[in-house]
């Protein structure tokens, strides 16, 4: 009762929320909606995506409530729950914070997990942030996301999105407002983990399972783009320590 209850008042906050920001998203975006029957309509999902600028989950969170039919939990830096109404929207329409590189950064995935076992549709970016590759694709990513996904029987849906970048590039200060943008929202069938769900939690495992969730993202990224992906997942930890250039300038962000 009392789950029924949260979920509830998370549903109306959405609500909400919605009502603010869909006016905004049919006025700046087109969209190119595809796969989300692969996302069920009821039932814990895991929903695991790129990241390539703040506007991301926005966008996703019009995909996954609209098309989707789902009620979307994600998790979000923990800064964003600091800024003034902002955070009290997120927390109460059941937005989980996420507070890297601390101690409480287990929280996050505490929550999660309690999500998937009530039954609802949590959302990870497992790169953590922005992508600081230089095309735009998708980085490592951490393995949060595999051990959410070997702890719980539940679908591991990826997804590829792209375009909402041309609103607001990452590092940029201001949208670029103008045309409708067309965003891309693609939904794969569900990964098949049953293999490594079997086998015993190493760190090993869970970097193979990281690794192959996020190659089948970038799959379909490749898919949207027409375009062929790196070999290799971009590092930004080895780029730093080779004193590159993390952070892409906006403009070199493809459109």
């Given amino acids: 009762m009392r789950r029924r209850r949260r979920s509830g008042a998370h549903r109306g906050w959405f609500a909400v929320m919605g009502a603010v920001v869909k ?12 796969g989300l029957e692969n996302i069920p309509p009821a039932g814990a999902v895991l929903v695991v995506a790129n990241h390539v600028t703040v506007v991301d989950p926005l966008t996703l969170a019009h995909a ?30 059941g937005q989980i914070p996420v507070y890297r590189q601390t101690r ?24 953590g942030t922005c992508t600081r590759d230089p095309d735009g694709w998708p980085m490592l990513g951490k393995t949060g996301v595999a051990r959410l996904a070997l702890a719980h029987d ?32 693609l939904a794969g069938e569900p ?50 320590s080779r004193t590159e250039t993390v952070v892409p300038p906006a403009a070199e962000v493809p459109r």
């Fill in 104 to 127: 409480d950064a287990m929280n996050a995935l505490r929550e999660a997990h309690a999500a998937l076992d009530a039954g609802e549709c949590v959302v990870i970016y497992p790169e």
């Fill in 154 to 185: 539940v679908p591991v849906v990826p997804v590829a999105t792209w375009g909402a970048h041309r609103i607001l590039p990452y590092g940029a200060k201001w949208p670029r407002l103008g045309r409708r943008v067309l965003v891309h929202v």
């Fill in 64 to 93: 996954l409530y609209d098309g989707a039919r789902r009620l979307p939990r994600f998790l979000a830096k923990a800064e964003l729950f600091r800024v003034p109404l902002v955070g009290a929207v997120l927390r109460r329409s």
């Fill in 23 to 34: 006016p905004l998203l049919y006025a700046v975006t087109r969209r190119d909606w595809r």
């Fill in 191 to 240: 990964i098949d983990l049953r293999e490594y769900r079997a086998a015993e939690p190493t760190r090993e495992l869970e970097r193979q399972v990281t690794d192959r969730i996020m190659r089948r993202v970038t799959e379909l990224l490749a898919a949207i783009r027409g375009e062929s992906p790196p070999d290799r997942f971009f590092d930004p930890r080895a780029a730093a």
